[in-house]
T-cell receptor, first 109, second 113 residues
């Protein structure tokens, strides 16, 4: 079945770039998503990429997709303390989403 | 535009009691999803509806859980009887007829004592 894997934890200094990585298994996924969850809150859609693209940039966020290796990454430039949260990668399977376990991003000031 | 609205935000109740969680999807969205989030199991899809019809309920843990969607603007997730292991955050999400990303509500934090 579908499976999405992420590293569990990332710690960076304020101002540095953060790179969160994700691997997925379903090669037929149409879209791949990044969600952000702050403490006590719901999942907020950050960005998503169509499977026929290899890069998408949106302000401080850059998504890279390597479809051959089924590898997705999210780069946050100039990371701020407000970026501290859990980041979930998800692949689409029809209307359903399969989520990774989430990566905890800790930003040190 | 209002997002996905869930109620209550927090619920604390004793085991054995019936719990009802509510969700109002974004207007015009025709697919609705119920998720459960725990530290141990992460985010799990419980059930999803398309045009008010349950499509996949394979994630519903057991018969104590039931979900309904009587109309396009309202869904409930019911647990009867509730048990301490049901304690979790329950999220509702919706998407529109052309697909795309799911939009999540703020969740209901459920504690069963």
């Amino acid at each position: 079945g579908e499976d999405v894997e992420q590293s569990l934890f990332l710690s960076v200094r304020e101002g540095d770039s953060s790179v969160i990585n994700c691997t997925y298994t379903d090669s037929s996924s149409t879209y791949l998503y990044w969600y952000k969850q702050e403490p006590g809150a719901g999942l907020q859609l950050l960005t998503y990429i169509f499977s026929n693209m290899d890069m998408k940039q949106d302000q401080r966020l850059t998504v890279l997709l390597n479809k051959k290796d089924k590898h997705l990454s999210l780069r946050i430039a100039d990371t701020q303390t407000g970026d501290s949260a859990i980041y979930f990668c998800a692949e689409s399977s029809g209307n359903k989403l399969v989520f990774g376990a989430g990566t905890i991003l800790r930003v040190k000031s | 535009d209002a997002g996905v609205i869930q109620s209550p935000r927090h619920e604390v109740t004793e085991m054995g009691q019936e719990v009802t969680l509510r969700c109002k999807p974004i207007s015009g969205h025709n697919s609705l999803f119920w998720y459960r989030q725990t530290m141990m199991r992460g985010l799990e899809l419980l059930i999803y509806f398309n045009n008010n019809v349950p499509i996949d309920d394979s994630g519903m843990p057991e018969d104590r859980f039931s979900a309904k969607m009587p109309n396009a603007s309202f869904s409930t997730l019911k647990i009867q009887p509730s048990e301490p292991r049901d304690s979790a955050v329950y999220f509702c999400a919706s998407i529109g007829p052309s697909g795309g990303p799911q939009h999540f509500g703020d969740g209901t934090r459920l504690s069963i004592l």
